[in-house]
């Protein structure tokens, strides 16, 4: 299983970003995706999570309102709309994946990671 982090960037605070996580090597149907972010010095923080084939979404109370996470089954890509970007979203953004259809947020119960994308948010 291969999973892609993209759409990282340098913005400013209010503005927006969308992040991409592209996925390969299995058949994912009802297994879960997640989010999570990482800033320097800190552990690694749950963000959002749902099946690949949809239903409901789990967000942080951090984000929630101003993150969205949506996606396309038949291509096995999420994507994770940020809005009213904070300086404290700066971190770097990991897509994972379970096999499993029980959404959890600790990050030691996702069984394969993307690589990362930067995010930082300026005041």
């Known amino acids: 299983v291969q999973l892609q982090a993209s759409g990282g960037g340098s913005v400013q605070a209010g503005d927006s970003l969308r992040l991409s996580c592209g996925a390969s090597?299995?058949?994912?149907?009802?297994?879960?995706v997640a989010w999570f972010r990482q800033a320097p010095g800190k552990e690694r923080e749950f963000v959002a999570a749902?099946?690949?084939?949809?239903?409901?979404?789990n967000y942080a109370d951090s984000v929630k309102g101003r993150f969205t996470l949506s996606g396309d089954n038949a291509k096995n890509i999420v994507y994770l709309q940020m809005n009213s970007l904070k300086p404290e979203d700066t971190a770097v953004y990991y897509c994972?994946?379970?096999?499993?259809?029980?959404?959890?947020?600790?990050?030691?119960?996702?069984?394969?990671w993307g690589q990362g994308t930067q995010v930082t948010v300026s005041s």
């Open positions: 090597g299995r058949t994912f149907r009802s297994d879960v």
């Open positions: 749902r099946r690949w084939n949809g239903g409901d979404v």
């Open positions: 994972a994946t379970r096999r499993s259809a029980v959404v959890v947020t600790q990050a030691g119960r996702y069984d394969y």
